[in-house]
Each structure stands twice: as C-alpha cells, then as structure tokens.
C-alpha cells in the first residue's frame, strides 16, 4: 500500500547562508531595507517580471514584517541578521512548499512493465486500432476468397502477386471512405459526444486515429502498386503476351490492352493516385503541419477530392463503401453554409485587444441565434484577410454573454501573424493611459460586472469601434462538453490552451451567480452549486492549473478568476468549490537558491497584504514547473467523487498527465483539434 509522505523545502543551514549571501551585497553580514530591495529589484529585471517600484517595497516591508524573532524593535525595522533571515526564511518558504501527498508506490521499469501500463492508459485507444487492423484482416480474405470464386470467369491467369495485390487495394478502398469519418465529419462527432456513445469512442483521439488509418492506408496502396507492378513485369515476359507485344511498358501506360475488366484507366488513375497520396502523406508530417506552412498542409489535403474521383475510375465498386460517408459529409456542408449563410450579416468585429506575447483577442458580436456550449469550437473566416480558408479557434467566453463572442488566438501561423498585422495598422492608444484606465476599472468595477471579464492587462494596443467582417462556421463540441457530468473536473491548461476553460469557469461562475444572488454567501454551497441546472447536478469540486511562460499571460483573463475568488470569499476554505493554481514557469523553481529570495518576498506579500504581488489575487503564483506526481496524489488524496481531468495544451505533456490519471484511475480528455 502506497504511504503517505510531506515533501517540503530542505531550509539547512547551508541553504539557508547562500540565499543569505545572495541578499548581502556588501558581505557585511546584515540585510538592510535598501539591500533587500535592490536585490529583489536586480532579481525581478533578471526575471523579465514586470513589478513596479512601489509593489517591491511593499514585499520588502512585508519581509521584515514577518520576523518573529524577539529583538529590539528599532533593529528589526532597519536591518535582519543571518540568525533572524534563517528563521523566517525557514519558516515562510516551508508553508509556501510544504504539502501533503500520497507517495506513489514505485512501479517496475521494465519494458513489459511500460507496455502494461501504456496498454491500459490507452485502453479504448488500442482496442478501436487493433479493430481496424482486424478488419484490414477480414477484407484481406473476404477479396481473397472473391478472387478465387471470379478468377474462372476472368480473362486473366491465376497469379500470386495479383491475388494479393488486389486484396491489398480492396483493404485501401475501404480506408480511404473511413478516413472521410473522423475529424472532417466535426459536426457529428460533437452530437455524438453528448450522447452515451461517448463512453466507448475516444473523440478526443480522432486526429491521432485519422493519422494511423492516413499512414496505413499509404503503405497498402505502396504495396498495392509494387506488387501490382511486379505482376505486370512478369505477365510481359510470358510467350503469350510477347506474342502479342504486349511489352512491359505498354501495359503501364496503354489502357485498355487486355480488356476493360483488367487494365481499362487502371494504370494512369492509380499513378494520380499514388501521387495524390504522396503529396498529402508528406506535407502532413508535424514539422510542415505545426509550423508556418500549416497552409500548405490544409491546401494539399484538399487533394482529396482528386482521390475520390480517380479511385472511383480506379476501382468502380469504391462508390458503394463511399456514398455514407459522403451523404454525411454532404449534409455537413448544407448545415455549414445555412449557418454562415444566416449569421453572415450581423457578425462582425467590433473590437480587438492586442495582447503580450502576440496573443490577439477579437470581440465578435453574438448572432440571436448562435448557441453553444463552454468550451466549444468555431472555423471562422476574415474575408478580408482571404476568402478561400478556415481557422478553427476555441469561444473564450461564457455562453452567458449574449451579445458577444470571444476569441484569442496565439500568433503562431502564417494566417494567424497576418491577422495580428493587420489590425496593429489601426489605433494605438498610450500604453501607460490604457494601463492606467483598465487598473481604474480594476478596482472601480462592482461585482455584477464580473462575467464582463475586460482584461486588466498591459494591453499593447486597443482597437475599438470596428466593423470587420467575420464568418462564423460552427459551433463544434469539444471534450469539455463531459465536465458537468463530472463529480469532480480538473482543469488543466497550457499557454493559449487556457481559451476552453476560461469559458467553462465564466459559465459555471455566472450560473452560481443566479443561484446565489438573494441568498446567504454562507449557505451550504456544495448545495447550492449543484442547484445550479440539471446538466450541473453531479458537479461538486472543480481544480483548475494554468500553467504560462510569462506574468502577462496570467493577466489574460484575470477579472474572471478574481470573480471566483470575490465569489469564494466568504466561504471557509474546507468548503471552496474551486481551487486555483498559477504556475509561471519563466521563474526557477522556488527550490533555486537564485530565486528564493523573490519567493520569500512573494510568499511574505500574501501573508501581509492578502494578495499576490503578480496577479494581485489572493491565490498565490508559483514558480517552476507543477510536480505532476505530486498534484495528482493530493488530487486523489482529497477527491470529491469520481475525478476526470481536462487538459488543452501541447502534447509532450499530454502523454504524462495521461499516464498520471491512468495510475490514479482518473478519466482523461485532451483538446485537440
């Protein structure tokens, strides 16, 4: 049985002495109120952090405030000795990191151990892959016992490498209709997602499914056309075809040479095919489809429709395993248009924030019509920026915004840059004036305003009063469409990935909001949250982890949490139905010597003031990197019923929290589209 375990901050003396040294500039053994703040100034420039003057004296005053260390009072306003910054540093960075969590129990290493463990982390996974594959099996011998029962009929001779090369194309055939399944039917999937079929069919896998049936289906028609090859070359040498000069050559490239059943436009429909195929196989490789040519990636996917024709004259019975999909597909495309069609002359933007580290944040006003729910999807289209393709970008706001949607969108891709350009040509405001302003309304705003969520954010520059033209293709669910069917959500985003949750937490905030407004902020409010609507009925505690590079990227949505926290206030902390966690990985781990110093400060702020000096929320930011293991054993330590983790970021961390929740049998649901 796993035991529990407290890590905490190893405060020695020897630790202790070198942050100490770290403080005292001048070696002299005491740290001064001007030493202190002019180390934790040359720290926080070191940092990249953006604190004003005023915000490190007060951490500067909230450290020497937190001696408790009986000395003479005029000493302990003026200076700190080794003896008294050890004690109070001890003290401080322990209750900042101290933390109990259940130890996992080590498992073995060895590579069965992994295959295990990968096996049943991704048990749905690998059970809808070995089906396909079983079925590539099935369509093998069921084109193999057909060939034998047509081949004395056929006009050609039996031939080992053409039995199997036609079973090979039989198994393509079919691959190419599924690949037509998921993710382009996005539409179906998200109805399909609401419904109990959810439970046995991983959604959120349907790209990294779409790639292994794509690969599969590549290296079938390879072999298809080798073997196909092959058999040709040793068909030209037999007497009978020589005598007929049916030469190598003319095989390939004549149609029609030994009769329609046979050749007919089999050889030149299946070098466009083959060649199609290429072509998209290579420019869907990650470094071409996740860096600026994503364009080029979207473009020659669109060879699909070559594919479609071409394999039809290929292989005329291709239609029959085509015409489901594509009816789908087709009346997708109807419900498109109908949409963007409807919504076409009302949506527009009407503002746009341009935010630090070229994340650019559109205000878009809400067709009557248009409904969605938190965390869903649209493709939109600026047609003034192009009229040709669609971006798909998660609604950052609350459905509970009538009038306007939001989207921020990370300029990462050659569209993205160019719609971040575009509108840094309009309006720029003084960035200190606007800093100013939003700071104002900051303090100034009441609490019935929180779901209006405007960032108190540097802005770097503020377009209002637009009339862009926009189209809207949409709404699409996603995998947070599960949470209110959770006991227990763990939020977890990365970066941008954040977009999906902010809208989840201004839903679920507002909505407590109307069940709470006229009663006791005192009541019981487990109840309470689960009066909320009837989908919300099992929901009980939600923990949300954002993890960003940079402080400014924490200001992206800071009125929404600081809503939670005035929401939250009251309550005693054994009863906080959300838990926030801020994690600013720029900054060292708070176990960093270098930066333990700021931590200190950091951790003093709070306990002084109530507010973290960062944010300015009473959560306090941490530092580094989350330690995974750790979080998700406290999670499992104090969980709230059946625990799902939601996650939407990149996918080198997708595979470990994976793992996490399959060792503390947590459901798992990546955003990914």
Not at 272 to 291: D, E, T
Not at 302 to 326: D, E, G, N, R, S
Not at 467 to 492: K, M, Q
Request: with cysteine.
């Amino acid at each position: 049985m796993a035991e529990s375990k407290k890590t905490a901050f190893k405060g020695n003396p020897e630790n202790m002495s070198e942050i100490f040294q770290t403080l005292d500039l001048n070696g002299d053994g005491l740290i001064s109120r001007e030493k202190l703040t002019t180390s934790l100034e040359a720290m926080i420039s070191d940092h990249k952090l953006h604190l004003s003057k005023d915000q490190v004296h007060a951490m500067t005053e909230a450290i020497f405030q937190s001696v408790v260390i009986d000395v003479a009072a005029e000493r302990r306003k003026s200076i700190l000795t080794a003896a008294e910054f050890s004690q109070v540093s001890r003290e401080a960075l322990e209750r900042r990191m101290s933390f109990a969590v259940l130890q996992l129990e080590e498992t073995d290493s060895s590579c069965l151990s992994r295959i295990h463990q990968f096996l049943k982390v991704y048990k749905l996974q690998t059970i809808w892959v070995a089906l396909f594959y079983a079925l590539q099996v099935m369509l093998f011998f069921v084109r193999m016992k057909k060939y034998h029962v047509d081949l004395p009929t056929s006009c050609c001779a039996y031939s080992d490498l053409g039995m199997v090369s036609v079973c090979f194309g039989m198994c393509v055939q079919v691959n190419v209709a599924i690949l037509l399944m998921f993710p382009a039917l996005r539409w179906t999937a998200g109805y399909l997602r609401r419904t109990p079929l959810a439970k046995i069919i991983p959604f959120d896998s349907s790209i990294s499914f779409h790639i292994i049936v794509g690969s599969t289906t590549m290296l079938l028609a390879i072999l298809h056309s080798g073997l196909y090859i092959l058999n040709m070359y040793f068909n030209s040498l037999k007497p009978l075809y020589q005598g007929l000069n049916f030469t190598f050559v003319r095989m390939l490239t004549e149609s029609g040479i030994i009769g329609d059943d046979y050749l007919g436009y089999t050889s030149v429909s299946g070098l466009i095919l083959l060649s199609c195929m290429a072509i998209i196989g290579v420019f869907s490789l990650p470094p071409i489809r996740n860096s600026i040519l994503y364009d080029v990636f979207y473009w020659t996917h669109k060879l699909h429709y070559v594919v479609w024709a071409a394999i039809i004259v290929h292989a005329p019975t291709f239609w029959q395993y085509l015409v489901f999909p594509l009816t789908l597909l087709f009346l997708e495309k109807i419900h498109k248009y109908y949409n963007v069609l409807r919504w076409s002359g009302t949506t527009r933007i009407t503002e746009v924030n341009l935010l630090p580290h070229n994340v650019t944040q559109l205000v878009v006003t809400r067709p009557r019509s248009f409904t969605f729910n938190p965390g869903d999807y649209v493709y939109i289209k600026v047609p003034c920026l192009g009229v040709l393709s669609w971006h798909p970008f998660t609604l950052s706001s609350a459905p509970e915004q009538k009038d306007v949607l939001w989207l921020h969108i990370k300029a990462s891709g050659n569209w993205t840059k160019q719609l971040r350009q575009h509108f840094s040509r309009h309006v720029v405001l003084n960035l200190d004036k606007v800093h100013a302003q939003t700071q104002t309304i900051s303090s100034d705003r009441p609490a019935k305003d929180d779901l209006h969520m405007q960032p108190i954010v540097p802005t770097i520059r503020h377009v209002p009063n637009l009339n862009v033209r926009i189209l809207l293709d949409g709404p699409y669910g996603a995998s947070t469409t599960a949470l209110f069917d959770t006991e227990h959500a763990v939020l977890i985003g990365a970066g941008i990935g954040v977009t999906p949750f902010a809208s989840v937490l201004g839903s679920v905030l507002a909505q407590y909001r109307d069940v709470t407004s006229g009663n006791s902020i005192r009541s019981d409010y487990r109840n309470t949250a689960m009066r909320i609507n009837q989908r919300q009925l099992k929901l009980k505690k939600l923990d949300f982890f954002w993890i960003s590079r940079e402080q400014e990227n924490v200001q992206w949505f800071i009125d929404l949490l600081e809503g939670w926290e005035r929401q939250q206030s009251e309550l005693p902390s054994n009863a906080l139905f959300m838990d926030c966690q801020l994690y600013i990985t720029s900054l060292p781990s708070k176990k960093d010597c270098k930066v333990a110093g700021l931590s200190l400060g950091m951790k003093a702020h709070l306990e002084v003031h109530k507010k973290d000096v960062i944010t300015g929320l009473r959560t306090a930011t941490k530092t580094g990197r989350p330690n995974w293991p750790s979080v998700f054993s406290r999670i499992d330590h104090t969980k709230q019923g059946a625990v799902r983790v939601f996650y939407c970021g990149p996918h080198n961390l997708e595979r470990e929290l994976r793992l996490l929740s399959g060792q503390h049998k947590f459901q798992f649901s990546w955003e990914n589209f």
